[in-house]
């Protein structure tokens, strides 16, 4: 198997390159939005893991039916476009998230995005190679990518306040 095989190009060099730009542009325009996915990760793993199934498996079928509808297929186009794109994402936020929770087991309190984005996209990026697990890994690190996506970006209800 030829290493970077997950990221489409020819070597793992060039992809932790490509990431960690697209990472940098993330942060640096992103902001808040940016790092709201990691910190719902930190909080609620499991939890947007099962979020992040249910996103990866229903969206691509919605998006089908939408095409098969003639009249919302534009619409079905624009959502497969954003999915294309979370898809990517995805993989970032995992990294990210995953450079975290070691910068954290190893004891620092608040790491650095960046340095967080870089270690965490290196080990993703190796521990996608290894073979017949790899992609399992990639698999389960998608679902947790998407995950965090979709709890960042959901509509929060709001708290009630009890009455006295």
């Not at 990221?7 to 793992?12: D, M, P, S, T």
């Not at 719902?40 to 039916?65: E, M, N, S, T």
Request: one cysteine or more.
């Amino acid at each position: 198997m030829q290493l970077g095989s997950q990221c489409g190009v020819g070597n793992l060099s060039e992809c932790a390159f490509g990431c960690g730009q697209a990472g940098h542009w993330r942060r640096r325009f992103g902001g808040r939005l940016a790092r709201a996915p990691v910190e719902k990760l930190r909080d609620q793993a499991a939890v947007g893991l099962g979020f992040g199934f249910v996103v990866a498996v229903v969206v691509p079928v919605a998006c089908l039916i939408a095409f098969l509808l003639l009249v919302t297929l534009p619409l079905g186009i624009i959502v497969m476009t954003g999915y294309a794109v979370a898809l990517f994402l995805a993989r970032l936020v995992t990294a990210q998230y995953l450079g975290d929770w070691l910068l954290r087991r190893i004891g620092q309190d608040a790491p650095s995005e960046y340095l967080a984005l870089a270690g965490g996209l290196v080990v993703f990026l190796l521990v996608t190679e290894i073979p017949y697990i790899g992609f399992l890994i990639w698999l389960t690190a998608l679902f947790l990518g998407f995950g965090g996506l979709f709890l960042a970006f959901r509509p929060q209800r709001p708290t009630p306040t009890p009455s006295i």
